[in-house]
């Protein structure tokens, strides 16, 4: 640990000499004493000592307690005044400043010792608490932002999906008119990238469907070198680091693709005239001092991913900004400022931690940190069902339950497009009367949150109840877990994220339908 720097503001050379000996006897770094307190500013300025000891009587304009109230307010500089004198009146001027300490001259070397580490230790504490601080209000600024963003994806999503349906069902009757068709072709894209947007808000707010295994990040970061290659051009080098020996990690496979490959497009912006993209992979133990430090952070083993390139550097302000959502560095049009966010939305919902390392003009370095993986969970095996048959078969039936009527009619329209029979109701009440008077219903597609008293997991209970065969698909523009009121629904159950095209709808549902076990 660097010895704490100090500053000796004090008018009697005679004093201030024998104060400098004591300080570096007692291994503190001393700069050169001052004798007033216009001189003491300026140093403080160019310094920044750890502590100042302050004379209150000194030469200049300004007393030591004029000089205190005018330190920065920011450094937080702690002041331990010294004085031969102890008059009430000085010492309740001197109180208005909240010094750290006082020494009474002549004082011993024990005293200027155990006072200077009273008044150190006190200053850690305050700025530990100040950082906690900051950072709870940072999460709590995080949460209330991203359960916003959450809401507004869940509402947009019902929207697009009445959109894309539409979209669909009118291309399909533009016939022959290539204009008509590809007119509708291209607002079916915007709707699309629409869809990608509530992706990364979903993302951001930790909302966003995820499906964790074990995977060998060793081997994925292999598999992903060539790609990054191709995307990121000739001139920047890539650079693949992993020991023999890593840590499988517990985490989504796909996410975690999409957010290195999000990273290395960032890093490339970064290096516009070309440069190095390294990433590295290594086994970390965070202790109980890394959660000290990061209110987030659980200690155990992790498989850390650092990300690291030579371009431009982020300044310190763009670095607090750095996790916010929508902000960004570049011109309008030409990002939407979820990158980080939602790489940072993925990692935190994945029970893991990230940090950032940027100077300007130094390059960046984002560390992501994932749980590690017991060997008893390795492979992450997942069962494979067969390609399933996109169209209706044998008159099959589907239930459908959901609330908004322009999201009901559209799904009613896409599953008689695909050639089944359907029955649609807006609550569990209304479900349940025709599963007691319908002769057959083939499977139960309901929204997971639905209105009058019965959710979407509570029908299903009640539908099971009546018909233990009946073939369950749940839709929502929330995703697996996330849903509000605890809405929860079983990890086993099938989940069709909205806004979904006709096609995924057909192949939700051929495999649910088909679905053994």
Not at 227 to 238: D, F, N, S, Y
Not at 336 to 346: N, Q, R, W
């Amino acid at each position: 640990m660097m010895p704490a720097r100090i500053m000796v503001v004090e008018d009697e050379w005679i004093v201030a000499r024998h104060l400098h000996e004591q300080l570096v006897e007692l291994g503190y770094e001393v700069s050169e004493f001052v004798a007033s307190g216009e001189q003491a500013l300026r140093q403080v300025a160019a310094t920044r000592p750890d502590l100042i000891l302050m004379d209150i009587h000194i030469d200049g304009s300004l007393d030591g307690i004029e000089t205190a109230a005018r330190l920065p307010a920011d450094d937080a500089i702690p002041v331990i005044y010294l004085t031969g004198h102890s008059e009430e009146a000085t010492l309740e001027r001197a109180r208005a400043t909240r010094p750290y300490g006082y020494l009474i001259k002549p004082f011993s070397e024990r005293e200027l010792h155990a006072t200077i580490q009273m008044a150190l230790e006190r200053r850690r504490g305050e700025k530990a608490l100040r950082e906690t601080a900051a950072a709870l209000h940072q999460a709590q600024n995080l949460k209330a932002t991203g359960q916003l963003a959450g809401g507004v994806a869940h509402e947009f999503n019902n929207l697009l999906g009445t959109i894309i349906a539409n979209l669909e069902v009118a291309a399909d009757h533009a016939d022959d008119d290539s204009v008509l068709r590809e007119l509708l072709q291209d607002a079916l894209g915007a709707a699309l990238r629409g869809a990608n947007l509530t992706q990364q808000l979903l993302a951001y707010s930790r909302r966003q469907p995820l499906a964790p295994r074990t995977v060998d990040i060793g081997g994925m970061l292999a598999d992903l070198v060539d790609t990054l290659c191709r995307m990121l051009g000739k001139r920047i080098e890539v650079r693949m680091r992993a020991p023999e020996d890593l840590w499988q990690a517990c985490v989504d496979p796909g996410q975690i693709s999409t957010a290195l490959v999000n990273l290395a497009m960032k890093a490339r912006d970064a290096m516009p005239q070309g440069g190095t993209l390294t990433i590295e992979a290594a086994n970390v133990t965070l202790g109980q001092a890394d959660a000290r430090r990061h209110a987030e952070v659980v200690p155990g083993a992790y498989v850390s991913i650092a990300v690291t390139d030579t371009g431009a550097g982020m300044s310190g302000e763009v670095l607090e900004c750095a996790h916010e959502p929508f902000f960004t560095t570049k011109p309008v049009g030409k990002g939407t400022g979820l990158g980080l966010s939602m790489v940072h939305g993925f990692v935190r919902q994945s029970n893991g931690h990230i940090s950032i390392r940027s100077e300007p003009g130094r390059g960046t370095t984002i560390e992501l940190y994932f749980p590690a993986a017991g060997a008893a969970t390795a492979g992450g095996a997942v069962t494979k069902v067969g390609q399933p048959r996109s169209m209706a078969s044998r008159g099959e039936v589907i239930l459908i339950a959901e609330d908004d009527p322009a999201v009901r009619k559209y799904v009613v329209g896409q599953v008689t497009a695909l050639g089944y029979a359907a029955v649609a109701v807006e609550d569990g009440a209304a479900a349940c009367q025709v599963l007691d008077r319908h002769e057959r219903v083939d499977l139960l597609l309901t929204d997971v949150v639905l209105p009058n008293g019965m959710s979407g997991p509570a029908l299903a209970r009640a539908a099971r109840a009546r018909r233990p065969e009946l073939k369950l698909l749940y839709m929502s523009g929330y995703p697996r877990g996330a849903a509000p009121h605890n809405e929860e629904i079983d990890v086993a159950d099938h989940l069709l994220a909205k806004p979904f095209r006709r096609v995924d709808l057909a192949r939700k549902l051929r495999q649910v339908l088909d679905w053994v076990g």
